[in-house]
């Protein structure tokens, strides 16, 4: 069963999540702030770190401070990013690229 | 909008992140392997003389090169083609009677030897290899630990064996550029 650290200010957004992820099998941690986010890391592995992120300009840093806590791991989680809010065009892909994480967009309702 | 289409990007994402995730696990990391010779008739099988042009590893944005020397290029060769677990004494007898180590880059111009591994020196180029693969994957943001792709095994004599885990694409490549 894959292990997810699932990483959501949100928390009635998390629940969503969680739940949504059930379909593929899953044992989901989640958790709203990157200070937890990292110790949770640190303690114990796991394959994928999503990390919800609003919408903003600073929408990167979480995930930059959660890939540099993973990093420190001998086998670090894939992280995919969800971003909420409108399409910001390809750089953020290519950026995410760059620094080895996935992003995708959160359907909007 | 149902809650599960809502995030139906995210779960396959994540869906396929478990799943590349369980097979680098079982298969290893994909290592392309450059064979170039001048004179190579395209289909045909490595044959004598032919040169390692480079080893790389795929399954990434594009193959980057491993930056192998010549002898580390030849022993990774070994384990890629041999497919099996292999002693140091057996490496030093598949370099002295395979006629593509024993004839290594014989069609270079110019300086054409290349020190074959022995059995004493194996473990070190073993070494310098994972420590070369660990350097390469970390640049890629890929920590993966070495030990587990080149994997060394005793036996229940407590000899050891070493063993590639990889999937592995050999590409043959007109070896002028090389030479």
Known sequence: MGQILLFDPDAEHARQIAAAFRCISTQTVICADTQTAASLIDARAFDVAVVVALPGLDWDLPVEFIRHSALRRAEPPQIVCLLRGPYRGPSVRVYAARKGFKVVYEQEC | ?179
């Open chain 2, 1 to 179: 909008m149902s809650k599960s289409a809502k995030f139906a990007q995210l779960i396959q994402e994540v869906h396929v992140a478990l799943a590349e995730r369980r097979d680098l696990r079982q298969r290893g990391i994909h290592l392309i392997i450059t064979h170039a010779r001048v004179d190579h008739v395209p289909g045909t099988a490595c044959s004598a003389g032919e040169m390692i042009g480079d080893v790389a590893i795929g399954g990434v944005l594009g193959p980057v090169s491993l930056g192998l020397s010549d002898t580390s290029k030849l022993l990774i060769d070994c384990f890629c083609r041999y497919r099996m677990p292999l002693t140091a004494l057996r490496i030093e007898q598949i370099m002295n009677s395979d006629p593509f180590y024993f004839h290594y880059a014989a069609n270079r111009i110019g300086r054409t030897h290349v020190a074959l591994p022995d059995r004493s020196s194996v473990r070190v180029y073993v070494w310098r290899i994972r420590e070369q693969m660990e350097k390469v994957l970390r640049e890629l943001g890929l920590r993966f630990d070495a030990q587990r792709i080149l994997v060394s095994e005793a036996t229940e004599t407590n000899t050891l064996v070493y063993r590639l885990k990889a999937t592995v694409e050999f590409l043959h490549v007109d070896g002028s550029a090389c030479q």
